[in-house]
């Protein structure tokens, strides 16, 4: 059974930096397209960021390129976010997911769903507030 544990983020002010993480059991990450996606009531579910299989492409949205980045580390099957510069519009409960397609096909094409990965992390909650 796959199972991926979160551990980081919290509450910061605008401007500071967060490090999400997330590990695996179960299922080697590097075996797979991996993404971070993030959740907040007014837009739903939205992609963040993602790295492929091969960890030669990586993903970000335009609201977050320049100021987020993925990686993961393979011997210690994780995946990590590193989040510089947060804005206020940062704020939601941030998931790691295996998605069932190559990103290629998704990232940038549509919005994601549920039905969408394979397995999701428990969620983490990011606020960014002054």
């Known amino acids: 059974e796959v199972q991926l544990v979160q551990s980081g983020g919290g509450l910061v002010k605008p401007g500071e930096s967060l490090r999400l993480s997330c590990a695996a059991s179960?299922?080697?990450?590097?075996?797979?397209?991996v993404a971070w996606v993030r959740q907040t009531p007014g837009k739903g579910l939205e992609w963040v960021s993602g790295?492929?299989?091969?960890?030669?492409?990586?993903y970000y949205a335009d609201a977050v390129k320049g100021r987020f980045t993925i990686s993961r580390d393979n011997a210690k099957n994780t995946l990590e976010l590193q989040m510089n510069d947060l804005k206020t519009e940062d704020t939601a409960v941030y998931y790691c997911?295996?998605?069932?397609?190559?990103?290629?096909?998704?990232?940038?094409?549509?919005?994601?769903?549920?039905?969408?990965?394979?397995?999701w992390g428990q969620g983490t909650q990011v606020t960014v507030s002054s």
């Open positions: 997911a295996i998605p069932r397609q190559s990103l290629i096909f998704t990232f940038h094409h549509r919005q994601p769903k549920r039905d969408d990965f394979n397995a």
């Open positions: 179960g299922f080697p990450l590097v075996s797979a397209d």
């Open positions: 790295i492929n299989v091969g960890g030669r492409d990586t």
